[in-house]
């Protein structure tokens, strides 16, 4: 057995017998003391992952970049834990003082598909204080601190910090509070009306101080049905943008801090389909825009599979390719396809997901998806200049981008049990499929396949 396998199976039965020996007692969070009106109650959380990879990226790590010491056969082990309390302070009938602690630790062993490895971090995650005032239908909440916040679906608005790199756990991504926010919301019945400021806890790694403010504003009429708007502008960042060339034809050119000043709003809504039990359709609409740049993007989902995010038009001096922000990145939420939303973020992309699961026993589930991944705009960034390149012998007249729209075809099979009401077993399998698009830059590439298996313990 090689020594990885070794480590990460000696791992994950501690793990294993350790978390199921507590998940036979009280599955509740564990309170630490209550007294009075005051309550402190403590939590944790962990995670152990092993994951392997082939073909990473397509090859694209040596045939288009050139990076000859890339191994593009890839497997490692990741792991974190996450402890923390939360308390409450009861100040007569309608006041309550609450406030959270917590901090995360993770690692990496082995090389992960970033080329990152045998590192990781102890860093801070939530640290927050609130007030919450509450009279009859009416409540006001306040709170300001690293924590977890998440807007309407989570297409523009939720992960706010990042994992992988340095800090390890690339795959697991545990860390998902913002490093700052402040809070304001009201609620009323079915409304309820958030303000929000928030700067993201980026990696060391990638730090370009952006922070964004806003509002939310939702109503629930029953749990399977909502309509809201989020809306708001990034006030500082240093993030650049790629251009498109004019015509797609030289190199894109690099804006830097295009993200300053970007403003967007998003239209979000689901409501159930009369006559069948668990259907429901749900849609999202977001448009950018930056004067500043001359800047106009948008992007949109259907939920019965297919969703869309801008491209910059290559014959156009408008900038539109639309800034996906802090979109929650799962197979199950606002990743494009499963493989490829490693190398796609969601600008200039088209996609088409169908997706089925069974559920045999309460315990047991299994699901499929299938997805298309289509460019928005060819000739234009994907990525920051992904794919720059000479044709045939026109070396004064490089190109960007693809020729074809079709990038790739994703499969991706999943099957998750509940061991216990506080232990979790997922394992995976994925399977990505270069077309026309992706071998309108290399003739050949090959089909790019992965695997996985984590164990999550939450109490």
């Given amino acids: 057995m090689p020594p990885l396998a070794l480590q990460v199976s000696l791992v994950v039965c501690a793990l294993w017998s350790a978390t199921t020996a507590v998940a036979a007692q009280d599955p509740s969070p564990e309170t630490l003391y209550q007294r009075d009106g005051f309550s402190v109650v403590g939590h944790l959380q962990g995670g152990v992952n092993l994951v392997v990879e082939h073909h990473l990226f397509w090859d694209f790590g040596e045939t288009v970049a050139g990076v000859t010491d890339f191994d593009p056969n890839a497997e490692w082990f990741e792991a974190y834990l996450k402890p923390g309390v939360t308390f409450e302070r009861r100040a007569g009938d309608h006041a309550t003082f609450y406030g959270g602690l917590s901090g995360v630790g993770s690692m990496t062993i082995g090389t992960d598909a970033f080329d990152a490895g045998d590192t990781g971090r102890v860093t801070l ?124 034809v030289g190199v894109p050119s690099i804006i830097p801090g295009a993200r300053d000043g970007l403003e967007f709003i998003n239209l979000y809504g689901r409501a159930p389909l009369a006559g069948l039990p668990n259907a429901f359709m749900a849609a999202d609409l977001a448009f950018e825009r930056n004067d500043r740049l001359n800047m106009r993007a948008w992007a949109g989902r259907a939920q019965v599979g297919y969703q869309t995010f801008s491209g910059d038009d290559p014959d156009t001096d408008r900038l539109e390719r639309f800034d996906p922000l802090y979109y929650e990145g799962n197979p199950s939420a606002w990743s494009t396809g499963t493989k490829s939303s490693m190398i796609f973020i969601n600008s200039n992309v088209n996609a088409w997901q169908v997706a089925a699961s069974i559920t045999p026993t309460p315990v047991d589930t299994f699901t499929v998806r299938i997805h298309r991944i289509d460019a928005d705009q060819l000739r234009s960034p994907i990525q920051f200049g992904q794919a720059t390149r000479v044709e045939g012998d026109d070396v004064d007249n490089p190109i960007t981008g693809v020729t074809r729209h079709h990038l790739s075809d994703d499969l991706y099979f999943e099957y998750f049990r509940v061991v216990s009401p506080n232990l979790f077993l997922t394992t995976g399998f994925s399977v990505s499929n270069p077309q026309a698009g992706m071998k309108s830059i290399v003739a050949d590439p090959p089909v790019w396949t992965g695997a996985y298996i984590n164990l999550i313990a939450n109490y």
């Fill in 125 to 248: 995650e939530e640290g927050y204080l609130g007030w919450r005032y509450a009279e009859g239908e009416t409540t006001f909440d306040l709170s300001v601190g690293p924590r977890v916040f998440k807007a309407g679906t989570g297409m523009l608005i939720e992960a706010g910090g990042s994992s992988g790199f340095s800090r390890g756990a690339l795959k697991l991504g545990p860390r998902k509070a913002w490093g700052f926010a402040a809070l304001g919301a009201i609620s009323h019945g079915a409304f309820k009306g958030t303000a929000f400021y928030l700067d993201p806890n980026e990696s060391p790694d990638n730090d370009s101080g952006n922070r964004l403010a806003g509002v939310d504003l939702r109503y629930d009429s029953n749990p399977n049905a909502l309509i809201g708007l989020t809306a708001g502008k990034v006030i500082a960042s240093g993030s650049p943008y790629p251009k498109a060339p004019p015509g797609g």
